[in-house]
Nanobody, 126 residues
Framework: QVLLVESGGGLVQPGGSLRLSCAAS????????VSWFRQSPGKDREFVAG????????YYADAVKGRFTISRDTVENTVSLQMDRLDYSDTAVYYC???????????????????WGQGTQVTVSS
C-alpha cells in the first residue's frame, strides 16, 4: 500500500526558510516520480518541484527556481523540499504526490498523479 506523509510546514516570516519532508512507504522513491504541489485558497493546485523517475533529474516551477531545492533520500525513503527566501506568495498547503507511470510531459499536471499525501500548511507572514 502506497502512503505519503508530509511534515515540516508551519509559520515563517518573509525571507525565512522551511524544510518539508515527504515520507513514502509501499514503494521506493527512486522508482516513482515524486513531486511537490501547492494550493492557495481560491487557486488551482500548482506544480512546485519534482524528481522524475526515469532520468532522476530535478524539475522546478519558475516561481521557485533558485529558492527551493528538492532532494531524494533513498535510505530514509523520503523526498524533501528545502524552501529558502520565502515570500507571502508561497503561502499554501503543500502536497507530496507520486506516480509510477507518469511521463515527463505530464509531470506538471496534478491529475497525472495517482498517490497524494494529506498536505501540510505553509504560512509566510510577518
Amino acid at each position: 500500500q502506497v502512503l505519503l506523509v508530509e511534515s515540516g510546514g508551519g509559520l515563517v516570516q518573509p525571507g525565512g526558510s522551511l524544510r518539508l519532508s515527504c515520507a513514502a512507504s509501499g514503494f521506493a522513491v527512486n522508482t516513482y516520480t515524486v513531486s511537490w504541489f501547492r494550493q492557495s485558497p481560491g487557486k488551482d493546485r500548482e506544480f512546485v518541484a519534482g524528481t522524475f523517475r526515469r532520468d532522476r533529474k530535478l524539475y522546478y516551477a519558475d516561481a521557485v527556481k533558485g529558492r527551493f531545492t528538492i532532494s531524494r533520500d533513498t535510505v530514509e525513503n523520503t523526498v524533501s523540499l528545502q524552501m529558502d527566501r520565502l515570500d507571502y506568495s508561497d503561502t499554501a498547503v503543500y502536497y507530496c504526490a507520486a506516480d509510477r507511470t507518469i511521463i515527463l510531459s505530464g509531470m506538471h499536471q496534478d491529475q497525472a498523479y495517482e498517490y497524494w499525501g494529506q498536505g501540510t500548511q505553509v504560512t509566510v507572514s510577518s
